[in-house]
T-cell receptor, first 112, second 114 residues
């Protein structure tokens, strides 16, 4: 059973629209992550958080932003979507002191 | 920072044969090496991991080996079945401290032919 939930699973929007991808986990994990997965399979870390009010940029530069107001919630926002943002976005979480990631099923974004 | 290379990028095997995926890493301080399996339409899921104080770990049909001197580790799947078809990712990190974020390999797409 997945304890980390992502919505929407699929989203098709026009250029310039603002979108928010939701990610929630019920495991009480301190650490949460956003990965961008391109069609070539590679996973690129774009944001992470080690707890409430903590957010850091990952290895891959992204125009998206994140917030961590509650432990269980880690939404990702794009203020003005562009076709270059078309990708699969995966959210993950891990407990404190552990590197074991639990991934959500992903949100596939298509920007026309 | 850490850099993880993974080979091959695609692998096709006959059902019942073995599959081997290899990874190398660059940071000698890395001491945690997990493997994730991503099935179609799902997020990656941890299938096995190994820490640097262990050279080999086995769980039923899957095993991982680690060579710290050479900085490489491998995933071995024996008696492959169609449900093993998926994308596999290796990763490396330090267990504690500022280097505890996982660095993933580029993935291997495994196809098991019935």
């Amino acid at each position: 059973e997945a304890d980390i939930y992502q919505t929407p699973r699929y989203l098709v929007i026009g250029t310039g629209k603002k979108i928010t991808l939701e990610c929630s986990q019920t495991m009480g994990h301190d650490k949460m992550y956003w990965y961008q997965q391109d069609p070539g399979m590679e996973l690129h870390l774009i944001h992470y958080s080690y707890g409430v009010n903590s957010t850091e940029k990952g290895d891959l530069s992204s125009e998206s932003t994140v917030s961590r107001i509650r432990t269980e919630h880690f939404p990702l926002t794009l203020e003005s979507a562009r076709p270059s943002h078309t990708s699969q976005y995966l959210c993950a979480s891990s407990g404190s002191g552990a590197n074991v990631l639990t991934f959500g099923a992903g949100s596939r974004l298509t920007v026309l | 920072g850490e850099n993880v290379e993974q080979h091959p990028s695609t692998l096709s095997v006959q059902e019942g044969d073995s599959a081997v995926i290899k990874c190398t890493y660059s940071d000698s301080a890395s001491n945690y090496f997990p493997w994730y399996k991503q099935e179609l339409g799902k997020g990656p899921q941890l299938i096995i991991d190994i820490r640097s104080n262990v050279g080999e770990k086995k769980d039923q049909r899957i095993a991982v080996t680690l060579n710290k001197t050479a900085k490489h580790f491998s995933l071995h799947i024996t008696e492959t079945q169609p449900e093993d078809s998926a994308v596999y990712f290796c990763a490396a990190s330090r267990i504690w401290g500022s280097g505890d974020k996982l660095t993933f390999g580029t993935g291997t797409r495994l196809a098991v032919r019935p």
